[in-house]
Nanobody, 117 residues
Framework: QLHLVESGGGLVQAGGSLRLSCAAS????????MGWYRQAPGKQRELVAT???????NYTDSVKGRFTISRDNAKNMVYLQMNSLKPEDTAVYYC???????????WGQGTQVTVSS
């Protein structure tokens, strides 16, 4: 069972930056593909970025070149560095483990990111 706690969100002006953190507890963290998701009001949750245990990271087109996902397996942590933020990035951000494209852990409380114009 994977337990996830997200933090680091906040209110920022357009063009600003935030770094989100995800603390994971559970077995085999270092072997899992991890991802960051977001859910904006009235919209479905979408997968934003993924990082495998080894190999290349992937991003949804809308964040490519602005967001960077990373992990520290020694600390069971996953990060999302978000630069050049836009109002459309406003959402609650969640992390989770994936198998294929499907999340497999229980959802945490998420962290709110609000970008003002």
């Amino acid at each position: 069972q994977l337990h996830l706690v997200e933090s680091g969100g906040g209110l920022v002006q357009a063009g600003g930056s935030l770094r989100l953190s995800c603390a994971a507890s559970g077995s085999f963290f270092s072997l899992r593909t991890m991802g960051w998701y977001r859910q904006a009001p009235g919209k479905q949750r979408e997968l934003v970025a993924t990082i495998p245990s080894s190999g290349s990271t992937n991003y949804t087109d809308s964040v490519k070149g602005r967001f960077t996902i990373s992990r520290d397996n020694a600390k069971n942590m996953v990060y999302l560095q978000m630069n050049s933020l836009k109002p459309e990035d406003t959402a609650v951000y969640y992390c989770n483990a994936l198998v294929g494209h499907s999340p497999i852990g229980s959802w945490g409380q998420g962290t709110q990111v609000t970008v003002s114009s």
